[in-house]
Structures are given as structure tokens and as C-alpha cells.
């Protein structure tokens, strides 16, 4: 099975991917949403927590085999950032929202040079918003931001059109189409709630049940 189908189907059977196009989540920027996608979750299954380090290593040794520190975004993405830095024998580092109010004040918590060429670890992408923020502080710090890695995108147009501007390469092991396809194909969803995944795909924003 390919890679992106293979974390959907197995971000599907854990439940860190919930499908509800009958009664929708609301995310916290206040969209209605079909579904809801809790990465945090595969932590707790050793098999897939297995997966997704293997599979992240193995970008960082194809597409940034120069990559001296491997960065996570608080909160969601700071053990898989862990597991991926400690299987490449990699320095980790991470990146808060805001700088701390007290001691140090510190918005990138850990041991660092600035030069060194980094590549981050997020666990998901909507916006690209809260990513991209943590992206600027690294560079802010002077260090050489190889790229991002996540372990599922929606594929939002504003999402790609974020990452293009902020000049910031983005691969994801997983996403929104290939999602649907393993849902379809596994019975998680029928004809009509399929229907209904992907006008909210087209317009977020504004979808309804």
C-alpha cells in the first residue's frame, strides 16, 4: 500500500481521524468541519507510532540528508519530533506559540547554533497559520529552515498559497484525498457523506450541514 493511504488507513482505525458529516465538529477558528483529526492519539499505539517515525526519518534521509536538527511544533508535534531527532541520532529542539512570560523567556526551548539547517516536524496542516508562525521563528533565530514535514494536510488552497509565500517546502505523509478514498473503500462513509466531505473541502469557510 502506498504511504499516504497507509497512515489514513491506520489514522482511521484508531479514531485520530473521527468522520461526523451528520453532526460536525467546530474547530476552534469557529468552522463547522466534518471531521476532526487528533495525531496525538497515534502516540498511544506503539505500531503506528513505529510507522510514522519510520516514515519521517526516512523523508529527512531522502530530501534532507544535510538536516543537522530536527524541530517539532508545540504542542501536537513535540514527541513525534522527539522520536523522529532520536532515530536519526539528530539534536532536538522545539517551538512554542509566544515566548515564555517568565525565566528566560524563551519561544524555542532547547540547544541550538544559529546557521544550522533544520527541518521541522508538525503533526498537522490546515491553514498552515501556526506552522508557518513557528517557521518565522526559527528563521528569526537565524537558523537555515530546510523544510517542513506533517503527518496529514486538508490540502487547503490557502494552505498551499501560505506555505508558497512564505517560501516554505511542505510534504505530508498523508491527506485529505487519500483520506476519502481509504473511508470509501473501507466503509466508513457512504455515497452521500462522501458528497458532503467534499463540498466542505471546497469551501470550509462557509459549509453547513
Known amino acids: 500500500m502506498e504511504t499516504d493511504k497507509m497512515i489514513a488507513s491506520q489514522l482511521l482505525h484508531i479514531n485520530a481521524i473521527k468522520l461526523s458529516p451528520e453532526k460536525p465538529f467546530t474547530w476552534a477558528s469557529g468552522w463547522n468541519s466534518p471531521i476532526y483529526c487528533d495525531n ?37 508535534a513535540i514527541a513525534h519530533g522527539i522520536l523522529v531527532a532520536d532515530e536519526l541520532d539528530l539534536p532536538f529542539i522545539y ?8 525565566g528566560l523567556g524563551n519561544q ?3 540547544a541550538f547554533e544559529a546557521g544550522q539547517k533544520i527541518v521541522v516536524i508538525e503533526d498537522l496542516i490546515s491553514t498552515g497559520g501556526s506552522s508557518l508562525a513557528a517557521v518565522r521563528s526559527l528563521r528569526e533565530a537565524e537558523l537555515e529552515v530546510l523544510g517542513m514535514l506533517a503527518i496529514f ?3 487547503f488552497p490557502l494552505s498551499e498559497e501560505n506555505f ?9 505523509l498523508s491527506n485529505y484525498a ?16 462522501l458528497s458532503s466531505l467534499k463540498e466542505w473541502r471546497k469551501s470550509p469557510q462557509t459549509w453547513k450541514r
Open 153 to 155: 494536510s486538508y490540502g
Open 108 to 110: 524555542i526551548e532547547g
Open 95 to 102: 517551538v512554542r506559540p509566544d515566548a515564555k512570560k517568565h
Open 40 to 76: 496525538r492519539k497515534t502516540l498511544s499505539f506503539p505500531e503506528v507510532r513505529e510507522i510514522i517515525k519510520q516514515e519521517f526519518a526516512q523523508l529527512v534521509r531522502e530530501l534532507y540528508p544535510n538536516a543537522e536538527v530536527i524541530a517539532g511544533v508545540a504542542t501536537g
Open 178 to 193: 487519500s483520506l476519502l478514498d481509504l473511508a470509501v473503500q473501507g466503509g466508513y462513509i457512504n455515497d452521500e457523506q
Open 164 to 172: 508558497e509565500k512564505e517560501k516554505v517546502k511542505l510534504d505530508v
